[in-house]
């Protein structure tokens, strides 16, 4: 019987799972992944690192095949940078993380044009997007500029360095659910856009290809195994129990929380929370509304520094026991939706 390997790389653990066509497990290896938060509101990982803990959740997983590998998928954290060097491929810096929000300052600059922002792109103005990392990078890391300078520079989400150390060819694409996590992305079109990238003055020659979700991407190195589906992580949990109809809502808690719905075929123009994709094809799109919380599990491990208490474990009695919990304000890596603030200072209760 065929199976199909499904990879998840997240915040701080890369999975892999192999089911047969009935959707048994087969097997499932989990690899932790460090994060790095050497100033404050800084967040960052080894692109390195992350790539080889792909390489060895699959390694390990693929010899539990009961027939051929028809397929797979790989669903990566989002909003997450990585630099690198055209030429080979190497990261010019340690990749930003989605909580990173050291560009904070520099992006209000750009606060007059929000409203143009998200009508193209479907985002706020906020640090948490690509386009504020790069141009961070551009304008305090030498060795990027300087990449730049001479023309081989790359700049993209994680999917995309991961793509093209994992796909025998080496493709340069981001595909739509990861691209429109930039600020620079027209939601409406499917590909970058002129006006974000003018207005931002980002060389479109330093970005990936705009691709599908669901396309014949290439063949993962060594075992000649098509990846059918690259995407965002929150993009594939929304379809965890099927895709979800139009009038369900969808709760995902890990490092952060998100919530989103399904809306069809065509871009939501909700001015406050974040227009996305939840899949695509050459010939369709379908959308989805989201709404973020930045904090969850990044916040009890904060909670649990601060206090100096295991937080986590005894939550669950905790949360039983309590009848009247303090308030606890999470700005984590800044307020989400609908506030999209950063200049709230966290404070235990």
Known sequence: MDCILAIDQGS?????????????????????????????????????QVLASVRAVVAEVLPHATGPVSCAGLAVQRSTLVAWERSSGDPLAPAISWQDTRCAELLKRYARHAPLIHQISGQPLSPDYLVGKMLWLLEENETVAEAASRGDLVMGPLASYLARHLLQDAPLIADHSNAARSMLFNISHGQWSRALTGLFHIDPAVLPDCVPTLAEHGLLEGSGIPLTCLCGDQNAAIHAGGEPPDNQLMLNLGTGAFLMRGVGGHPPEEERLIGGIAWSTALERRYLLEASVNGVGSALRWLEKQTQTELLRQLPD?????????????????LGSPYWRQDIEPAPP
């Open 318 to 334: 905790w949360l039983h026991e309590i009848g009247s919990p303090p308030l606890f304000l999470n700005s984590i890596g800044g």
């Open 12 to 48: 701080h653990a890369t999975r892999a799972l192999l089911f047969d066509r009935d959707g048994q497990v087969l097997a499932r290896h989990e690899q932790r992944v460090d994060q790095y938060e050497g100033h404050p509101g800084w967040v960052e990982l080894a692109p390195e």
